[in-house]
Nanobody, 115 residues
Framework: QVQLVESGGGLVQPGGSLRLSCAAS????????MGWYRQAPGKQRRLVAT???????NYADSVKGRFTISRDNAKNTVILQMRSLEPEDTAVYYC?????????WGQGTQVTVSS
């Protein structure tokens, strides 16, 4: 079992920045990938970014060049640094952690981009 706790969401103006953090606990040695999805009202949950244990990263086209994902394997955390935020980035952001057998989810944190 893996437990995930997210923090760092909030309200920000367009063009601003936010930093999301997700801390994993439990059977953390089994985690292979960590990352973030987001779900806007009335829309499907979509992948934002992933980071592998080896340091490889992958981003949705809509956030490339604006968001940066990083993992601290020693602290069992994954960070999503978001810059140049747009109203279209407004969503609930969910952290995930994958093992070879299961995907675990955090509780979600709201990000609202509005003036």
């Amino acid at each position: 079992q893996v437990q995930l706790v997210e923090s760092g969401g909030g309200l920000v103006q367009p063009g601003g920045s936010l930093r999301l953090s997700c801390a994993a606990s439990g059977t953390i040695t089994s985690i292979v990938n960590m990352g973030w999805y987001r779900q806007a009202p009335g829309k499907q949950r979509r992948l934002v970014a992933t980071g592998t244990r080896g340091g490889n990263t992958n981003y949705a086209d809509s956030v490339k060049g604006r968001f940066t994902i990083s993992r601290d394997n020693a602290k069992n955390t994954v960070i999503l640094q978001m810059r140049s935020l747009e109203p279209e980035d407004t969503a609930v952001y969910y952290c995930f952690a994958e093992t070879s057998e299961w995907r675990y989810w955090g509780q979600g944190t709201q990000v609202t981009v509005s003036s």
